[in-house]
């Protein structure tokens, strides 16, 4: 395991980096809250090489990132040279169009990812599915999540659970971690609450109602390498103060 566990998934912070000079900013403030990890995702159209650059002068490591599906079917050697770039051995897409989510669609990711797996592994590089919770639909008693971890195998495909969707598709976080034990470099750590309303929200970590003693056991027992914190909405409060909240919570609980 990395001696730095906890990244900040930087989709959080997807509205401050559309440009290089914003991407810098945004990335020195989650250095300054504590982060020694990020997750590339959600900028704007930026050059890597510049990322590259501000990343190694802050320090920081890039365990993952978030591309399009699109673009590793269409371009995958850009898709390696810019994880070589960044040093980042596990690359991820946060989930497929919307017509793989049926049975078939398993059959075709798969084939489509085998050549895609084998070309990355050769570089040193794994492929991680990130989920909604959309992939528990149910299909003749099983879900979808549940056909693509049985059908494609660790070696061609890794997990990154995230805990919020699992809980908000009516499964248990925990449970699903440990399904996923020995093929989860990643995980992604949000949490939920629910308002007056009956709403539920998007909250930082150790705020909500998500049993993070049974996940984080689940976690370690599962050999996940880095935790990622996300929150895909912040409401009314400064998405850099819900990552330091999150982040200040979680050392808490005895990550760093």
Same mark, same amino acid.
């Not at 509205?15 to 990890?37: N, R």
């Given at each position: 395991?990395?001696?730095?566990?906890?990244?900040?998934?930087?989709?959080?912070?997807?509205?401050?980096?559309?440009?290089?000079?914003?991407?810098?900013?945004?990335?020195?403030?989650?250095?300054?809250?504590?982060?020694?990890?990020?997750?590339?995702?959600?900028?704007?159209?930026?050059?890597?090489?510049?990322?590259?650059?501000?990343?190694?002068?802050?320090?920081?490591?890039?365990?993952?990132?978030?591309?399009?599906?699109?673009?590793?079917?269409?371009?995958?050697?850009?898709?390696?040279?810019? #994880?070589?770039?960044?040093?980042?051995? #596990?690359?991820?897409? &946060?989930?497929?169009?919307?017509?793989?989510?049926?049975?078939? &669609?398993?059959?075709?990711?798969?084939? *489509?990812?085998?050549?895609?797996?084998?070309?990355?592994?050769?570089?040193?590089?794994?492929?991680?599915?990130?989920? #909604?919770?959309?992939?528990?639909?149910?299909?003749?008693?099983?879900?979808?999540?549940?056909?693509? /971890?049985?059908?494609?195998?660790?070696?061609?495909?890794?997990?990154?659970?995230?805990? /919020?969707?699992?809980?908000?598709?009516?499964?248990?976080?925990?449970?699903?971690?440990?399904?996923?034990?020995?093929?989860?470099?990643?995980?992604?750590?949000?949490?939920?609450?629910?308002?007056? @309303?009956?709403? @539920?929200?998007?909250? *930082?970590?150790?705020?909500?109602?998500?049993?993070?003693?049974?996940?984080?056991?689940?976690?370690?027992?599962?050999?996940?390498?880095?935790?990622?914190?996300?929150?895909?909405?912040? /409401?009314?409060?400064?998405?850099?103060?819900?990552?330091?909240?999150?982040?200040?919570?979680?050392?808490?609980?005895?990550?760093?």
């Amino acid at each position: 395991m990395s001696e730095h566990v906890v990244g900040a998934q930087l989709y959080t912070v997807r509205d401050f980096t559309k440009t290089i000079d914003g991407v810098a900013k945004s990335l020195k403030k989650v250095a300054d809250i504590g982060y020694k990890a990020v997750q590339i995702s959600g900028f704007g159209d930026v050059d890597p090489k510049e990322v590259a650059k501000i990343v190694d002068d802050l320090g920081l490591i890039v365990a993952s990132t978030h591309r399009s599906w699109d673009a590793f079917l269409t371009d995958l050697d850009t898709e390696i040279e810019i #994880h070589k770039l960044w040093d980042c051995s #596990h690359p991820a897409i &946060g989930g497929l169009p919307r017509d793989y989510h049926v049975p078939d &669609g398993v059959k075709r990711f798969r084939d *489509e990812l085998a050549p895609i797996a084998e070309k990355l592994a050769a570089e040193g590089m794994d492929f991680s599915y990130h989920n #909604h919770n959309h992939e528990l639909v149910r299909w003749d008693g099983t879900t979808w999540l549940d056909m693509l /971890y049985g059908q494609i195998p660790p070696e061609m495909l890794k997990a990154e659970i995230d805990t /919020y969707w699992i809980q908000a598709g009516g499964a248990d976080p925990a449970l699903w971690v440990e399904k996923c034990a020995g093929r989860e470099p990643l995980l992604h750590l949000k949490d939920m609450i629910v308002t007056p @309303q009956r709403e @539920q929200r998007f909250a *930082e970590i150790g705020e909500g109602n998500l049993n993070w003693t049974a996940i984080l056991d689940a976690a370690k027992k599962g050999g996940v390498e880095w935790y990622l914190v996300e929150q895909d909405r912040c /409401y009314d409060r400064d998405p850099f103060e819900s990552l330091a909240i999150s982040y200040r919570n979680l050392v808490k609980m005895g990550l760093s």
